[in-house]
């Protein structure tokens, strides 16, 4: 079974950056559709980006685009997120999460991911 591990969040001021990485421990990642979730306290979970198995298409959520850039890097078996000109609203836990279909499209991680990562916290402040 595939395992993700994210990092990269932190605290930071409104209008700041931050990039989020999700590296998979087998090489069978690099043909999943990818993606990250985000969950803030008292709320449900929700998408934020997603991307196809070869990097050639994307899908945001509305809140996140033109802010957010999703990307993988299959030789390193990670996938990323660039956030950029982050709000307070933005805080949250982030999760990658991948769609067990080889090949597949962006809106089989979107609708029914199968593998999640532990999480990683992003806090910004106003």
């Known amino acids: 079974q595939v395992q993700f591990v994210e990092s990269g969040g932190d605290m930071v001021q409104a209008g700041g950056s931050l990039r989020l990485s999700c590296a998979a421990s087998e090489r069978t990642f690099i043909t999943y559709p990818m993606g990250w979730f985000r969950q803030a306290p008292g709320k449900e979970r929700e998408f934020v980006a997603a991307i196809k198995w070869g990097g050639t298409s994307t899908d945001y959520a509305d809140s996140v685009k033109g802010r957010f850039t999703i990307s993988r890097d299959n030789a390193k078996n990670t996938v990323y997120l660039q956030m950029n000109n982050l709000k307070p609203e933005d805080t949250a836990v982030y999760y990658c999460?991948?769609?067990?279909?080889?090949?597949?499209?962006?809106?089989?991680?979107?609708?029914?991911?199968?593998?999640w990562g532990q999480g990683t916290q992003v806090t910004v402040s106003s």
């Open positions: 999460a991948a769609s067990r279909r080889p090949y597949g499209s962006v809106s089989n991680v979107v609708r029914s991911p199968d593998y």
